[in-house]
């Protein structure tokens, strides 16, 4: 039976009014000859629609101008054809044909009462040029360095080269100009763009006028930036993007060195816009950083010149920003990922709603957009990069179409994110979960080493919902078919989550191993709910054995390792066995895996990379290299699975069972969602949760595309000819 918990009354800043403490977030601000309405301050970030997905990033980008940003930015822009970075999605401006998709951009900023800023960039030593296929040039010769390891080099470019890219950037400025752009930055920063390149002396061997001293090699910089401005200073603020400090030995452009060089240069542009190391610095997780964690960077740095200065650090805190800006650490408060899980961020500050803003959960799965070539999509904002191509929006949802009531049981991700969409949209719910907690899976892997923020995801949603009218939540009712048979509602959505499974069977192993039953066995889902290989226990001294605990990792996302870490915590003899050649081998795609590794190796964590793990046995396992076959016999006192998940789909499947009661029962459909459907990342879920309520009573649109896209104008040459 459904038992009714009265949702905890709303706890919100006062409505419609900011709190004073935040004014100053608020004052406006100019930039060269252009200014910024407020200091909010969206710095370029990659999004995986690019060249590809145009209006999908434009309109991207003016949900973000209408939810308050002052400043909104687009990626890198690629200014030149012998520079790109081909397989990463990214904008272009190589000539006048690029120019319309980017002004239907800015115009969508413009609309909003923003600045719209575009980050030009010459990648240099970054750009393999796969599809253009022109030799690279950078500043001095040398392999090219991505993430893809391409087996090409670069040439060094000679003095000519040097005029020829003054050239390009001063068009570039001009045709970015006329596509309607504010601001204008030339990008240096996270190891990427020819301008860092010629800064720091690990990519700069130059022994000519624009290597050596600090001078020299800021003389490239110094020359785009004055010819930027003789091209378009007027009409255009021009902006720096720079490395506040490189992170790559001792030959790296360092701290004091962007230091002296603002001191050298503190009028150059009209703003200095600082980030940290590479980008795997810069956007590093919440598991490894915290907000604002670039304040020693930056702090003093305003004191050096009298432009502006933007730094970032994942914030989402107001008070935090509002201290950074009154303190002079900034003038602007610069958001990439905190403007994707709430393009409103500065809206709801102005507004004192504060605690309506959805804050970014450090996860880094839009960063995955790129690095995947695929399209963005956020956990916390499943309508990023779906506004253009499904008509969603961050803040709104269309009315409900019918009176229809829903149930919605599971109170995970995919439930609450439903839940919340369909309360929005004005339908009567009921949220039926099991436990007496809701959040599911992100409530249970918060408790896991250095993942609380993942709690965000149901704490932005809970509190959302407490303030419709609509929704109940019912705690503690699990339920069954026969229970949802005579309830009277229209339309059920299970949203029942997953479990670990106990075996090896994921990726490498499609069937499972042999595995002796005396062998104590852990899944995540028992490290959560707090059974685990303690020291000393009967279950770990089992065959007289000390206590190697061994992880088999074949999921190869952050799991395995933060298992291993929860474990290594309690004192226990960890071994972490994969088939893949690097510990939580997909995190490269969210830019941790480097800082995964090093910290489990630190912890003194014993890494068996491509090894499967072939049999189980009672006080032993064997594991064999997945490239020769060669075994090998490991003691083990237990082992912990980290292998794939399986949806918990039964109660969908006992309804689908007694499909011909659902007339009498009043019930229209029945669907399952997330990951009791298929289990994937936490985002997956969110998204699959607000699929479900903006098609709740959509009309069927059969076969046809459920989204919209943009497909390439063919040439009017047939042949090439
Ligand atoms: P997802 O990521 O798809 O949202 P989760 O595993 O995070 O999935 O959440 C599923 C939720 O569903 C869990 O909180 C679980 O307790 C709940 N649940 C599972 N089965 C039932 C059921 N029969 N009735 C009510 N709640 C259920
Ligand atoms: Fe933040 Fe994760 Fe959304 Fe990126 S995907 S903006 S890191 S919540």
């Not at 990023?384 to 709104?396: D, I, S, T, V």
């Not at 839940?419 to 959040?439: K, N």
């Not at 083990?636 to 007339?663: K, M, N, P």
Request: net charge negative; glycine share 10%; aromatic share 6%.
């Amino acid at each position: 039976m459904l038992e009714r918990v009265r949702p905890s009354p709303r706890a919100l800043g006062d409505p419609a009014s900011r709190d004073p403490r935040h004014d100053v977030l608020f004052e406006p601000m100019a930039i060269g000859p252009v200014t910024a309405k407020n200091r909010f301050y969206q710095v370029p970030h990659c999004n995986g629609g690019g060249y590809r997905d145009p209006s999908a990033a434009a309109a991207m980008r003016g949900v973000k101008a209408e939810g308050g940003w002052g400043v909104v930015f687009t990626e890198q822009v690629e200014i030149h054809h012998t520079s790109e970075i081909t397989p990463f999605i990214e904008l272009r401006i190589w000539d006048d044909d690029d120019v319309p998709m980017l002004a239907r951009m800015a115009d969508a900023v413009h609309a909003h009462d923003a600045l719209a800023g575009i980050e030009l960039t010459y990648s240099g030593i970054n750009g393999p040029n796969l599809y253009t296929r022109e030799v690279p040039r950078g500043c001095s010769p040398g392999p090219i360095l991505t993430f893809t390891s391409d087996p090409v080099q670069a040439r060094g470019m000679d003095l000519s080269d040097i005029r020829d890219l003054r050239r390009w950037y001063r068009n570039a400025c001009l045709r970015a100009r006329d596509a309607g752009f504010d601001l204008i930055c030339l990008y240096g920063a996270h190891g990427f763009g020819i301008i860092q390149h010629f800064l720091s002396r690990h990519t700069n061997h130059r022994t000519d006028a624009y290597g050596g001293s600090l001078a020299n090699r800021a003389r490239l910089l110094a020359e785009l930036v004055g010819e930027a401005r003789d091209a378009v200073g007027d009409t255009c603020g021009i902006t720096v993007r720079l490395a506040l400090e490189e992170l790559v030995g001792p030959l790296g452009f360092s701290n004091e060195e962007l230091r002296e060089l603002i001191e050298m240069h503190a009028e150059l542009p009209d703003l200095w816009d600082l980030a940290h190391g590479t980008w795997e610095d810069c956007s590093a997780t919440s598991r490894f950083a915290g907000e604002g964690a670039q304040e020693d960077l930056i702090t003093g740095i305003k004191a050096l010149t009298p432009r502006p200065v933007v730094g970032v650090g994942r914030f989402t805190s107001p008070d935090t920003m509002a201290r950074q800006v009154r303190e002079g650490v900034l003038d602007f408060v610069g958001a990439a990922r905190p403007s994707i899980a709430d393009p409103f961020l500065p809206s709801k500050i102005d507004e004192g709603r504060v605690g309506d803003i959805r804050e970014c959960i450090g996860c880094n799965i839009c960063v995955t957009g790129d690095t995947t070539m695929s399209l963005a999509r956020c956990t916390q904002n499943p309508s990023f990069m779906e506004e253009f191509r499904k008509g969603w929006h961050p803040e709104r949802i269309a009315s409900r179409s019918s009176d229809a009531r829903v149930l919605v049981v599971g109170g995970g991700p995919a439930g609450l994110e439903a839940a919340r969409g369909l309360g929005a949209r004005g339908y009567d719910v009921a949220l039926a979960e099991a436990s007496r907690t809701l959040g599911g899976r992100v409530a249970r892997e918060a408790t896991l080493p250095n993942l609380a923020a993942w709690d965000r995801v149901r704490g932005y949603r809970e509190s959302q919902i407490a303030q419709l009218d609509g929704v109940e939540i019912y705690r503690e009712s699990r339920m069954q078919a026969e229970d949802i048979l005579g309830l009277g509602v229209e339309h059920v959505c299970i949203a029942t989550g997953a479990r670990w499974r106990a075996d090896a069977v994921a990726r490498h192993h499609l069937r499972p191993i042999p595995h002796h039953p005396d062998m104590p066995t852990f899944t995540p889902d028992d490290i959560m709910g707090g059974r685990l290989p303690s020291p000393g226990s009967e279950e770990r001294t089992a065959g007289g054995l000390a206590g190697r605990v061994l992880i088999y990792d074949d999921d190869h996302y952050y799991m395995g390792g933060v298992i291993a870490e929860r474990l290594r915590a309690e004192g226990m003899d960890v071994t972490l066995v994969t088939p893949a050649t690097s510990v939580s081998e997909w995190t490269a795609f969210t830019l941790e895996q480097v800082r995964i590794q090093t910290r489990l190796l630190e912890l003194g964590i014993d890494i068996r990379t491509t090894r499967a793990l072939n049999r189980v046995d009672a006080s032993s396992v064997t594991i064999a290299c997945t490239y020769t076959g060669r075994e090998e016999t490991l003691d083990a006192a237990a082992v912990v699975y980290v292998t794939s998940r399986v949806g918990e789909d039964q109660l969908y499947r006992d309804l689908v069972a007694r499909q011909s009661e659902w007339r009498a029962a009043g019930i229209h459909s029945v669907r399952l969602i997330g990951d009791a459907e298929a289990p994937a990342p936490i985002a997956w879920a969110v998204y699959a949760g607000r699929r479900y309520a903006e098609e709740l009573d959509a009309p069927d649109v059969g076969d046809a595309l459920p989204f919209r896209r943009e497909v390439a104008a063919l040439s009017t040459l047939a042949h090439g000819g």
